[in-house]
């Protein structure tokens, strides 16, 4: 599996942006996507999970619920992070990742700044 990020940015505190992530060759054995990111001198962390059955059970780090929403479009074959009420420490590098049956991809990252 093959996974393109984009959509990062510069935005201000309180502003919204919309990360894509594009999949790509065996789509069909991608059980989890989901979006990590790595702030600067951090470890990179967990930021939302959508499974890929019917119904697409979800999950949000503590610091993103409310504000951040994941997606898929699997006519796309796409996923999206919908992040609302960016916060300057949400300033990371995103990156998309997809759980497969024979192991796990990660798309390149893409950087969000918030700042004013």
């Known amino acids: 599996v093959q996974l393109q990020a984009s959509g990062g940015g510069l935005v201000q505190p309180g502003g919204s942006l919309r990360l894509s992530c594009a999949a790509s060759?065996?789509?069909?054995?991608?059980?989890?996507m989901g979006w990590y990111r790595q702030a600067p001198g951090k470890q990179r962390e967990p930021v939302a999970l959508i499974s890929s059955s019917s119904g697409g059970s979800i999950n949000y780090a503590d610091s993103v619920k409310g504000r951040f929403s994941i997606s898929r479009d699997n006519a796309k074959n796409t996923m999206y992070l919908q992040m609302n009420s960016l916060k300057p420490e949400d300033t990371a590098v995103y990156y998309c990742?997809?759980?497969?049956?024979?192991?796990?991809?990660w798309g390149q990252g893409t950087q969000v700044t918030v700042s004013s």
């Open positions: 990742t997809a759980f497969t049956i024979g192991g796990r991809s």
């Open positions: 060759g065996d789509i069909f054995s991608i059980t989890i």
